[in-house]
């Protein structure tokens, strides 16, 4: 077991890349080879040399919401509403700021026609809240909110940020941050590795808020973990069993795919068909059951997804990696680089 503060490094700030690349599939690629424990550069774009036909490629087709809604007060001064995931009673469950001041009962005005009324205090101090709109809940939202960029990008959202912080196959609006991983691809790139045989397969997660919060307590086991709702459909769970019949291997795009995968996990590297809400929490040491390969970004030190890279990557390699993507100057966290471990 490793603590915490075994999984900290030092950032310089400016390796947090703040905009996307020029182009999606220009980002760097650094592939960890498990087997060699060798680390080498290329292009992601060469990703699509990297699998072959006959395994599996599975995304998270998550969609961002503009969940990020800016308003004022009664007394006029500004308000912040972040939407966290809609409620059976069509209340939502939201962070706000300033929290001392938006207690039950509180409006905050974001747009004519468009308020938001806070109902009560959960738990977990986020807040239960109604939208009041004329008209549609979600196209108001898709109107009048912003992309949630996460705390590490030190600007407001811009034009570019609607299309950029979406993968290219994202459908299912739900996520308050992106499945960074599968940023880089492209139409031609998918292409590509359809035209080689790799069999493309969908999940769903919607990201939530707590995937940037960090571990706090030394002991990891202690961690209490953000709920996020994922799906394996019968599809999906019937092209892992045909990919494993053939002998192939399950390339996982992002944490996100990993989490869906397993959780749902269901043995002989298989998933079942499903919906759940996931807390799980992988971290050394965890014997991965399903996912043979994985493409992932770089990740928050002290970060639950750090963690994970490190169960599956192993603990020394992943932090050697971390310090080579340092010295050779990768960009970081969301619009940065990405590696793949093989």
């Known amino acids: ?174 996520s308050v941050a992106a499945p960074t991983a599968g940023l880089h691809f492209t139409p031609a790139l998918l292409g590509g590795l359809d035209a080689r045989g790799v069999q493309r397969v969908e999940v769903l997660l919607h990201v939530g808020a707590g995937t940037f919060k960090p571990v706090e307590v030394e002991d990891p086991a202690e961690h209490v973990m953000h709920e996020e709702w994922c799906e394996v459909t019968p599809d999906a769970a019937g092209a892992i069993a045909a990919t494993r019949a053939r002998g192939g291997r399950v390339w996982a795009v992002g944490t996100t795919s990993v989490r869906t995968l397993e959780s749902l996990a269901s043995g002989n590297g298989l998933v079942r068909a499903g919906t759940m809400l996931t807390t799980a929490f992988f971290r050394p040491p965890y014997q991965f059951q399903v996912v043979d390969h994985l493409v992932t970004n770089f990740h928050l030190p002290r970060s639950t997804l750090i963690m994970l890279v490190a169960a599956f990557a192993g603990y020394d390699l992943t932090m050697e990696a971390y310090q080579v993507a340092i010295r050779e100057g990768y960009r970081f966290y969301s619009y940065g680089d990405a590696m793949v471990v093989l």
């Open 1 to 174: 077991m490793y603590p915490t503060s075994a999984f900290d490094f030092h950032l310089p700030p400016g390796r947090i890349a703040q905009v996307p690349g020029r182009r999606r599939d220009e980002s760097r690629l650094m592939v960890i080879d498990r087997a060699s424990g060798t680390i080498t550069h290329r292009e992601f774009r060469e990703l699509v040399e990297l699998v072959p036909g006959g395994d599996a490629l599975v995304v998270n087709t998550t969609r961002v919401m503009r969940a990020r809604l800016l308003g004022t007060r009664d007394s006029g001064s500004p308000a912040e509403i972040l939407l966290l995931r809609e409620q059976a009673d069509g209340c939502w469950e939201a962070m706000v700021h300033p929290g001392g001041k938006l207690k039950p009962g509180r409006r905050v005005h974001i747009a004519p026609g468009f308020d938001v009324t806070v109902k009560e205090t959960t738990e977990r101090r986020t807040r239960l809240v109604r939208l009041e709109v004329e008209g549609p809940v979600h196209e108001a939202i898709e109107r009048h909110g912003h992309i949630p960029l996460p705390p590490y990008i030190a600007r407001a959202d811009g034009p570019d940020d609607g299309e950029r912080y979406q993968t290219v196959y994202a459908r299912e609006r739900g």
